[in-house]
C-alpha cells in the first residue's frame, strides 16, 4: 500500500515562493507515476504536474514557467517548487501517486487514474 505525506503549506505573499514535498511510502516514488493536484474553495481539484517514471512532466498551463517538479528517489520524496506565486494559486495541495505497472507508459495512457493520495496541504497566497 502505498502513503503519502505532503509537507511545506504556508501562507506567504503574492510574489513568493514555497517548496511542497510529498514522502512515498511503500513503494519506492522510481517506481511511481506521481503527481500533484490542487483544490481551491469551491471549485474542482486540478492537476498542477505530473511526473513518471522517466522523470517525463507535464504541468497545468497555468503553472508553465512558475512551478516545476523533481524527486529524490533515494529519499522517496516528490518535490513541487513554486515561484511567483499568485492570489489564484490559493488552495489545498495534494499529493498523488500510483504504481507504474510496466514503466513509464503506464503514466501516461489516457485513461490514467491515480488511486492514492494523501491528506493535503494548504498554500495560501495573498496580494
Known amino acids: 500500500q502505498v502513503q503519502l505525506v505532503e509537507s511545506g503549506g504556508d501562507s506567504v505573499q503574492a510574489g513568493g515562493s514555497l517548496r511542497l514535498s510529498c514522502a512515498a511510502s511503500g513503494y519506492t516514488s522510481s517506481a511511481l507515476c506521481m503527481g500533484w493536484y490542487r483544490q481551491a474553495p469551491g471549485k474542482e481539484r486540478e492537476m498542477v504536474a505530473n511526473?513518471?517514471?522517466?522523470?517525463?512532466?507535464t504541468y497545468a498551463d497555468s503553472v508553465k514557467g512558475r512551478f516545476t517538479l523533481s524527486q529524490d528517489n533515494v529519499k522517496s520524496t516528490l518535490y513541487l517548487q513554486m515561484n511567483s506565486l499568485k492570489p489564484e494559486d490559493t488552495a489545498v495541495y495534494y499529493c498523488?501517486?500510483?504504481?507504474?505497472?510496466?514503466?513509464?507508459?503506464?503514466?501516461?495512457?489516457?485513461?490514467?487514474?491515480?488511486?492514492?493520495w494523501g491528506q493535503g496541504t494548504q498554500v495560501t497566497v495573498s496580494a
Open positions: 511526473i513518471d517514471t522517466d522523470g517525463g512532466t
Open positions: 498523488a501517486a500510483e504504481i507504474a505497472y510496466g514503466g513509464s507508459w503506464y503514466c501516461r495512457r489516457s485513461s490514467f487514474e491515480y488511486n492514492h
